[in-house]
Structures are given as structure tokens and as C-alpha cells.
């Protein structure tokens, strides 16, 4: 209640600022549409710094429960398509590696949806590797489905139909997914201690990050992610996210709650629902299941886009998927925290939208606006002037900064106040890192801002844009690729530019900060896209690295040089000889 | 399954030449599709309440 008390008086008082400052020229219609874009968006941040503040609040108790032997069949999936089975099957051999030394005994079956022959072929050479590696014909296991129906939750719910009913509970991880045996041993004990939990989320930290914008992502998500997942923890409660990977299901729940229909209509709204994970959480919780997300659970890892075109891809993606909720608002029986839920991502790429149609109301509010009438009465001896409220937009601009750093210098303070910036090389090189990174993401929010607005603009307008296959492992980009991509972008921030300088010049110092970043966003996209040395952003996995890693990377390698060794490569099946490097 | 049985695992290279035959044990399971969205398309004023009333079947 706090945090919604907090998030409805920054808005309305960023709205009062505004609406006061926009009366003093007469009321006109830009006002009111400004008056209302702030509300939103405003208290939007607000929202955003309240789950901060609210995860900053140590735990009350310890949520651990000792790993015990279990009585529970437990399978790990990992669904693929079109992913490079090197990296793949070597993260799984390391997972088996982990499981084994955590005295676990647990099945791993390899989902695959991969359509092309020379794909498959691939995928079949590095299955092969992974159990020469492993020994384990007996547990790892590999289907490739011929009917690829409702993508990855159609792939995992093709596998609970035809052999779910052989284990009690299902851990769902994605292709990039690293989890250590550890950390499923005491997911398996959360589950085994509460026969009402239907799905227990970890936070996966990012790794393997090596371009400026990747490691900045990287440590941004070590860093401020757990207070923030700590914060959903606590207004989430028992309605909690499902973000589609690391995490554990409680496989009769989820088979008696979530058989995802198709949604009538074509897509982008109808079809096959995109964003399954949300709808699944929300119907786990409509059939009186718990679903919990736990950021205090170690050895849950995953990687990130290492520039921010793959990130622009992937958002496009999770738009179209997370717009496709609003077709589920209204869906019976859910819990409101589950809607409410739906409304949250539906807003994250809204907000982009209503952040431009703002500063384009603010550009035509000034352009449009009638004379100042300094004689409105008819018997008026000395001219009345409209007050300056220069002072009060200022503080307003300041305040939707706090809202957007307040939460992340909080977070810095605390850490260096508990010691936990050591893990981040100390407390002086935390606080360059999150500065870095906030100036980072302030340069490049217009670009995004950008980016999510087209891809609002593209689903409403009723563009499919499908369900690629990630793109990992893509890195650095030319300026020249960069500029292929955001040229529009560009144009854009130059027409913006030109016209303020032409019609409202006096806003020009206010749009700058927003005009010039586009206008560089060949350069931010490309320079960003490098990569730097592990002393920029240092985050805990890299001081040490987590066994379960350190196995990955060794078994990749070797895996690696294996394929280029012409002599090995003729001890190995042909495929193995297709695998790509 | 999740016990103690490191030592009892035997390690097993051995797998069809098949890849048909590389999948998992069959043990079916039922998955009922969900209602999520009202047969007819037309607006129904109940709607409006179930915001306001969580969990209930309005």
C-alpha cells in the first residue's frame, strides 16, 4: 500500500507541477493531454522506484530449507530451436557434472524444435559428444518434435503430454541457461516442503558478458536485480512472476492449470499466446497454486544480449507478446494481482509511447499557444504578466530523475554500508560502475524509447513479427551495421531538432538530452557494442567463477577445439564434423 | 528420484543408432486447455467487475 501511495503522490504532483505551469498561458487542449501523459508516466518511475525501496527492507526470515534426500522424480528441460548446440549441449554436460556432485539423481531432456536437416544433423553430433562426455544414455535424453504448434510452450507441453506423468516436478530452462546442482537441490526441497507450491522462480544472474553494453546489463542485473526481484518478492507474494526459465514446476499443477489455448484472431493479438510465461503464473495462481519467485536461490545463471540491437530484437519479441495480454485482462477467475500483473508489461513498452507523445504535445503546446494577453481586462492601467514557473519545471525535471537514480544510489549506499560492494571490487569501483551505468542507460533511453514506440506502433498496426530464434552470442557491430539499423532513428532526432529550432526554440536546451542521443545512435550502438576488459563492470562471477561455469567453459573448449582437430574429428560420428564452431 | 545415488548411476555411452529412439520414457499426462478469453466476442457488462472481484467466477 505504501508503494502504491507513494508511486499515486509522485504522480500527482508531477501533474499539479505541470498543469500549473501549462495554465498560466490560458487552459488549451495540449494541457490536459500533458496533464494526463505525466500522470502515467510518472507514476510509472515511481512504481519502479518503490520496488526498490520496498526490496531494500532485509528479510524478515530466512526462506532456506535444507536440501534433503528426495522421494520426488525430477526432470530438467531445455527446450531449443535453432541454437548452437556446441554451447548448448557443453552447458547441459556441465549442469550433469553439478547434479552428480550434489549427490542428485535427476533426468535432463533436450527438447528440440530445430526444423532443418542440417540443424538436426548438428544437434544430433553434439547429443553425441554430451553423452560420450557424461555417460549418460541412461537419464539425457533427446527428442526433436516434427510439429513445431505453440513454439516453446507448445514444445514443453508436448513433452508433459506424452511423458509428464513420469516425474513430480519439471525444472524449465532456456538453451542459455546454467544452473548448478546446488541450486536444484534446494528447489526440489522448497518444493518438497510446500505441497501448494506450484512454481518457485530463481533470478538468473547474467554471465559471460564482453561488449561495453553486455557487461553494463551484467552488472546492472547482479547488482540492483536481487533488490529489485526482492521488492516484486515481497508485493507479489503468492501471485508471483514466471519469467519461462530457471524455474521449477510442479508438473500436475501445471498440467492441470496450463494448457495454453490459441487466442481467435490473427496474430500479433490472436493465435499463439507469445508471453506464455505470465499466463501461466497467472493461471497456476487461478488454480490455487503458489507461485513464488526467489531471488535468495545461488547458481541460477543465463546470458544477456551483448548489444543493443539483439536487445531491440528480443524486446520487439516480448512487445508483441506482453500487448497480446490485453486480450486476457479480462479473463475469468484470475487473481487481480495476476491482471495487474498483465497491465505492468503491457505498460512497460505503452510507457515508450507515452513518453514521445509528450514531448510532441510539449512541442506543439509551445508552438500553438496563443499571445500572452497582458490587458485582459478592458480598464487595465498596467499590463499583467504570466508568472515564470521556469523554477517549478525544473524541479519537476529533477524529480523524474531522482525517481529514475534515487533508487539505484540507494541501493550502492546500502551495499557499501553492509560490505557487499566488495563482491563488485570494492566500494569505489561499485560506485563508478553504477554511474557509468546510469549515464550509459540515460544516453541510450531515447534510442530505446525509439525502438520500443516502433514496435508498439508495428503489433497495433497488426505486423506479426513471429517468434525468431535468439540470436546469441552476437557482438560487436560496425558503425555501418549500426547505421543500417537505426538510420530512421537518426532522421528522426534531426527533424525534431530542426523543427524546435524553428518553432520553439526556447525548448531547444530541454530536447537536446533527448534529439542528440538519436542523432548519435550509430555511434552509441556501435561503440557500445565492443568489447572491454573485465575491470569495466566486475560482478562476483568473475572473481571466482562458479564451478558449474568454470566446468562449462572447460567442456565448451575442449568441445571446440575438438570439431577443429581433424584427427579427433575422425575418431567422432560424421555430424559432429557440421557442428558450427 | 532425487536420492542419493551417485555411486549407483553407471555411466552409459551406449545409444541407438536411431535419433527416434533417443527420447524420453512415455508417461502420459492429461493437460486440459484453459478458458481464457469469452466464446463471443461482444462485450459483456460483467466484465467490468472482475477487476474489482479477484477470483470469483463472474
Known amino acids: ?157 508436448d513433452f508433459i503430454r506424452r511423458s509428464g506423468g513420469a516425474y513430480d516436478y519439471a525444472v524449465t530452462l532456456d538453451a542459455d541457461s546454467l544452473m548448478s546442482g546446488e541450486a536444484l537441490a534446494a528447489m526440489i526441497a522448497r518444493m518438497d516442503a510446500d505441497p501448494k507450491l506450484g512454481l518457485l522462480q530463481t533470478l538468473p544472474r547474467i554471465i559471460g558478458a564482453r561488449s561495453f553494453f553486455g557487461r553494463a546489463m551484467q552488472f546492472a542485473a547482479a547488482f540492483h536485480g536481487p533488490v529489485f526481484t526482492r521488492g516484486l518478492e515481497r508485493m507479489q507474494g503468492a501471485t508471483g512472476p514466471y519469467w519461462g526459465h530457471n524455474a521449477i514446476i510442479r508438473v500436475n499443477a501445471f498440467a492441470q492449470s496450463c494448457g495454453l489455448p490459441e487466442l481467435s484472431g490473427k496474430p500479433p493479438l490472436g493465435g499463439h499466446i507469445l508471453s506464455h510465461d505470465y499466463v501461466e503464473a497467472a493461471l497456476l495462481a487461478r488454480g490455487g497454486w503458489r507461485v513464488l519467485v526467489d531471488s535468495g536461490i545461488g547458481g541460477s545463471y543465463e546470458e544477456g544480449p551483448e548489444n543493443i540491437l539483439s536487445y531491440a530484437k528480443r524486446d520487439r519479441r516480448w512487445c508483441q507478446g506482453n500487448l497480446q495480454h490485453m486480450r486476457l485482462l479480462f479473463a475469468p477467475g484470475l487473481a487481480g494481482w495476476s491482471r495487474f500483473v498483465f497491465v505492468q508489461g503491457i505498460f512497460a513498452y505503452l510507457v515508450s509511447v507515452l513518453w514521445g507523445v509528450f514531448l510532441i504535445s510539449t512541442v506543439a503546446g509551445t508552438v500553438l499557444a496563443p499571445e500572452p494577453d497582458y490587458f485582459p481586462n478592458t480598464y487595465q492601467l498596467f499590463p499583467v504578466f504570466p508568472s515564470d514557473r521556469s523554477r517549478e519545471i525544473t524541479a519537476l525535471v529533477l524529480g523524474i530523475i531522482g525517481l529514475l537514480i534515487m533508487p539505484k544510489f540507494a541501493i550502492l549506499t546500502k551495499s557499501a554500508i553492509t560490505g557487499r560492494t566488495r563482491e563488485f571490487g570494492g566500494s569505489a569501483r561499485a560506485l563508478a560502475s553504477v ?147 | 528420484m532425487t536420492e542419493t545415488l551417485h555411486q549407483a548411476r553407471t555411466e552409459t555411452v551406449l545409444i541407438p543408432e536411431d535419433p527416434r529412439f533417443w527420447g524420453p520414457p512415455e508417461a502420459p499426462l492429461d493437460m486440459p486447455r484453459q478458458e481464457l478469453e469469452r466464446r463471443s466476442g461482444r462485450f459483456e457488462f460483467a466484465q467490468l467487475f472482475r477487476p474489482f472481484l479477484p477470483g470469483q467466477h463472474i
Not at chain 1, 500549473?20 to 494526463?36: H, M, N, P
Not at chain 1, 541510450?444 to 497495433?460: D, I, Y
Not at chain 1, 528522426?492 to 538530452?513: K, N, R
Request: hydrophobic share 50%; net charge negative; aromatic share 6%.
Open chain 1, 435 to 581: 554511474a557509468v551505468e546510469i549515464l550509459l542507460t540515460s544516453a541510450l533511453a531515447p534510442v530505446m524509447l525509439m525502438f520500443q514506440s516502433r514496435a508498439v506502433v508495428q503489433v497495433l498496426s497488426g505486423q506479426d513479427g513471429g517468434w525468431p530464434a535468439n540470436a546469441r552470442g552476437e557482438g560487436a557491430l560496425t558503425f555501418a551495421e549500426a547505421a543500417r539499423a537505426s538510420g530512421w532513428i537518426v532522421t528522426t532526432g534531426l527533424i525534431v531538432l530542426g523543427l524546435t529550432w524553428q518553432f520553439a526554440s526556447d525548448l531547444l536546451p530541454w530536447l537536446l538530452p533527448v534529439a542528440l542521443p538519436m542523432i548519435a545512435a550509430p555511434l552509441l550502438i556501435s561503440w557500445s557494442s565492443q568489447p572491454v576488459g573485465a575491470r569495466h563492470f566486475s560482478v562476483p562471477e568473475e572473481t571466482t567463477a562458479p564451478p558449474v561455469l568454470a566446468s562449462f567453459r572447460e567442456i565448451h573448449g575442449r568441445w571446440l577445439a575438438t570439431s577443429h582437430d581433424s584427427a579427433a574429428a575422425e575418431a567422432l560420428p560424421n555430424e559432429a564434423l557440421h557442428v558450427p564452431a
Open chain 1, 1 to 157: 500500500m505504501l508503494a502504491i501511495g507513494f508511486a499515486t503522490t509522485a504522480a500527482i504532483g508531477a501533474s499539479v507541477l505541470i498543469t500549473d505551469a501549462g495554465l498560466q498561458d490560458g487552459f488549451q487542449v495540449w494541457d490536459a493531454i500533458r496533464t494526463v501523459l505525466i500522470l502515467l508516466t510518472t507514476g510509472w518511475l515511481a512504481w519502479g522506484a518503490a520496488l526498490a525501496l520496498t526490496g531494500l527492507r532485509p528479510r524478515r526470515r530466512s526462506t532456506t530449507i535444507a536440501a534433503v534426500n528426495s522421494d520426488a522424480a525430477t526432470v530438467v528441460l531445455v527446450p531449443i530451436c535453432n541454437e548452437d548446440p556446441v554451447a548448448t549441449f557443453a552447458r547441459i554436460a556441465a549442469m550433469d557434472r553439478s547434479i552428480r556432485d550434489a549427490a542428485l539423481k535427476l533426468d535432463i531432456v533436450i527438447l528440440s524444435d530445430t526444423r532443418s536437416a542440417e540443424g538436426q544433423a548438428a544437434e544430433h553430433a553434439a547429443y553425441r559428444l554430451l553423452i560420450a562426455e557424461t555417460g549418460g544414455a541412461d537419464h539425457i535424453y533427446y527428442r526433436n518434435r516434427s510439429d513445431n504448434r505453440g513454439r516453446k510452450a507448445g514444445n514443453v507441453e
